[in-house]
């Protein structure tokens, strides 16, 4: 049952004020007093109702009722309509809401609308003209239907799972990689997270199909149904004949700074057959060597019985 916030207004409660921004809030702001308007301070303290923001997006000028806690995220996609700024993560951690102010790279779900005020700000949607031929940025989503930033997406833990291999094109040629060593522990140097140089494009991931690919899944756990990065996950890939297992591919993700091969876990798993008890005693080998944090340790019997659980939903596929 919804419960009513205690902060909010009695006169403009949350949910009404959406609902009649909804109407107005894409309507381009006209006039010339776009300037004078944004020269204002917002008027920060104790403002429960919405508060007029002045935005520059693509060139055009649009005037929005905001809650003054609204990201430039959301005012954009929400508000605005333009979608092609992603929300990934919505915590500044994936990129898929990049956006520029005057220039710079800026991630959008960190960034308050009413502090975009008296800038210009260009979204993906706006690298070309409206009668222009798409920009090559736009034309490569299209083609390639590809996502933003992918850095969240099931997709890493499973080409692990499945030894894909990674194309690049770069300065220096186009280059093949292995995708498990696409990734790089942080190091002294936490800020580079892949091995990719800069100007490098992946523009391909291959997998070889094999009989393990014919059960293969992705499991993620999280704290909530949408956004959110998995607080454990698991893909796995399981050749088996009959209840036996001939062969096995897990990778976890959630659990480590990187996604994490478990050959620990398959070689418990070969040649066995799948019953609880070796389930779990791939789990426990798969964690053996984890070292939790303190504010952390929840995550190895939640990685474990995420993959029991992949584990056992792989193995009733159909073969
Ligand atoms: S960094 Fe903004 S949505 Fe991920």
């Given at each position: 049952?919804?419960?009513?916030?205690?902060?909010?207004?009695?006169?403009?409660?949350?949910?009404?004020?959406?609902?009649?921004?909804?109407?107005?809030?894409?309507?381009?702001?006209?006039?010339?007093?776009?300037?004078?308007?944004?020269?204002?301070?917002?008027?920060?303290?104790?403002?429960?109702?919405?508060?007029?923001?002045?935005?520059?997006?693509?060139?055009?000028?649009?005037?929005?009722?905001?809650?003054?806690?609204?990201?430039?995220?959301?005012?954009?996609?929400?508000?605005?309509?333009?979608t092609?700024?992603?929300?990934?993560?919505?915590?500044?951690?994936?990129?898929?809401?990049?956006?520029?102010?005057?220039?710079?790279?800026?991630?959008?779900?960190?960034?308050?609308?009413?502090?975009?005020?008296?800038?210009?700000?260009s979204?993906?949607?706006?690298?070309?003209?409206?009668d222009?031929?798409?920009?090559?940025?736009?034309?490569?989503?299209?083609?390639?239907?590809?996502?933003?930033?992918?850095?969240?997406?099931?997709?890493?833990?499973?080409?692990?799972?499945?030894?894909?291999t990674?194309?690049?094109?770069?300065?220096?040629?186009?280059?093949?990689?292995?995708?498990?060593?696409?990734?790089r522990?942080?190091?002294?140097?936490?800020?580079?997270?892949?091995?990719l140089?800069?100007?490098?494009?992946?523009?391909?991931?291959?997998?070889?199909?094999?009989?393990?690919?014919?059960?293969?899944?992705?499991?993620?756990?999280?704290?909530?149904?949408?956004?959110?990065?998995?607080?454990?996950s698991?893909?796995?890939?399981?050749?088996?004949?009959?209840?036996k297992?001939?062969?096995?591919?897990?990778?976890?993700?959630?659990?480590?700074?990187?996604?994490w091969?478990?050959?620990?876990?398959?070689?418990?798993?070969?040649?066995?057959?799948?019953?609880?008890?070796?389930?779990?005693?791939?789990?426990?080998?798969?964690?053996?060597?984890?070292?939790?944090?303190?504010?952390?340790?929840?995550?190895?019997?939640?990685?474990?019985?995420?993959?029991?659980?992949?584990?056992?939903?792989?193995?009733?596929?159909?073969?």
């Amino acid at each position: 049952m919804p419960t009513k916030r205690s902060d909010e207004p009695q006169s403009v409660n949350r949910r009404r004020f959406l609902g009649a921004s909804v109407s107005t809030a894409a309507l381009p702001f006209v006039g010339t007093g776009l300037n004078e308007a944004v020269a204002q301070p917002v008027a920060l303290a104790h403002s429960d109702g919405p508060v007029s923001a002045a935005l520059s997006i693509n060139g055009a000028d649009y005037r929005l009722g905001l809650d003054i806690r609204t990201t430039l995220l959301d005012a954009l996609r929400e508000h605005i309509g333009l979608t092609g700024s992603k929300k990934g993560c919505d915590h500044g951690q994936c990129g898929a809401c990049t956006v520029h102010i005057d220039g710079v790279r800026v991630l959008s779900c960190l960034t308050l609308a009413i502090a975009a005020q008296g800038h210009q700000v260009s979204t993906v949607e706006g690298l070309a003209r409206a009668d222009a031929p798409l920009h090559p940025m736009q034309q490569a989503f299209v083609d390639n239907d590809a996502f933003q930033c992918g850095y969240c997406t099931p997709g890493q833990k499973s080409l692990i799972a499945l030894d894909a291999t990674v194309t690049v094109a770069g300065s220096s040629g186009v280059r093949t990689i292995p995708f498990a060593a696409l990734h790089r522990l942080p190091g002294a140097t936490p800020s580079v997270e892949t091995v990719l140089a800069s100007g490098d494009l992946i523009t391909g991931f291959n997998i070889q199909a094999g009989p393990w690919t014919r059960r293969s899944l992705y499991l993620k756990i999280r704290d909530r149904q949408s956004y959110e990065f998995a607080l454990a996950s698991a893909a796995v890939a399981i050749d088996m004949v009959g209840p036996k297992v001939r062969e096995a591919r897990i990778a976890l993700g959630g659990v480590a700074t990187i996604p994490w091969r478990s050959r620990e876990a398959e070689n418990v798993l070969a040649g066995k057959t799948l019953t609880e008890p070796v389930a779990e005693a791939a789990a426990r080998a798969a964690f053996a060597d984890a070292r939790p944090r303190i504010h952390n340790g929840f995550k190895v019997a939640l990685g474990q019985s995420t993959l029991v659980r992949a584990l056992w939903q792989a193995a009733e596929l159909e073969g």
